[in-house]
Each structure stands twice: as structure tokens, then as C-alpha cells.
Nanobody, 118 residues
Framework: QVQLVESGGGLVQPGGSLRLSCAAS????????MKWIRQAPGKGLEWVSG????????TYADSVKGRFTISRDNAKNTVYLQMNNLKPEDTAVYYC???????????RGQGTQVTVAS
């Protein structure tokens, strides 16, 4: 059974940083590309970033490029999203999922809320 548990969200001031984590289980994590997607209040899902199973191929949406860094630790079955220089428009619920790009996911966790406000 696929399980994804996101954590690390919170309230941060503009310009601040957060590190999100996603603990995965129930599938071949080492072989799976993983991605982060987000949903801002009143808006649809937005793809944020993706990474290959071997940790290569990190890719980002233009809106976060240069500020966010995706990484993974296959020994811990965990994917991370380091978010720096956060902006109010980054406020959203962040989800991780299997796959590399696009907003479609076969399963996702409950998400973690990120709120950027002063």
C-alpha cells in the first residue's frame, strides 16, 4: 500500500526558508521519480519540481527556479524540498507524489501547509 507523509510546513516571513520532507513507503522508492506539487487557496494544482530515482535530473517550475532545491535520500525513502527566499505567492498546501512532472499523481498524502506572510 502506497503511503506518502509530508511534513515540515509552517508559517514563515517573506524571504524565509523551510525544508519539506516526504516519507514514502509501499512501493519501489529507489526506482521511482518523485515530484512536488502544490495547491494555493482557491487555485488548481501546480507542479513544482521533480527528481529521478537516482537523484539526478532535478527540474523546477519557472516560478521556483533558483529558490527551491529538490533532493532525496533513498536510504531513508524520503524526498525533500528546500525552499529559500519564500514569497507570499508560495503559500499553498504542498504534496509529494510519484512521477517526474505534471500535476497528476496516483496517490498523495495529506500535504503540508506552507504560509508565507509578514
Amino acid at each position: 500500500q502506497v503511503q506518502l507523509v509530508e511534513s515540515g510546513g509552517g508559517l514563515v516571513q517573506p524571504g524565509g526558508s523551510l525544508r519539506l520532507s516526504c516519507a514514502a513507503s509501499g512501493f519501489g522508492f529507489h526506482y521511482s521519480s518523485m515530484k512536488w506539487i502544490r495547491q494555493a487557496p482557491g487555485k488548481g494544482l501546480e507542479w513544482v519540481s521533480g527528481i529521478y530515482g537516482n537523484g539526478g535530473g532535478a527540474t523546477y517550475a519557472d516560478s521556483v527556479k533558483g529558490r527551491f532545491t529538490i533532493s532525496r535520500d533513498n536510504a531513508k525513502n524520503t524526498v525533500y524540498l528546500q525552499m529559500n527566499n519564500l514569497k507570499p505567492e508560495d503559500t499553498a498546501v504542498y504534496y509529494c507524489g510519484r512521477g517526474y512532472d505534471g500535476v497528476g499523481v496516483s496517490s498523495r498524502g495529506q500535504g503540508t501547509q506552507v504560509t508565507v506572510a509578514s
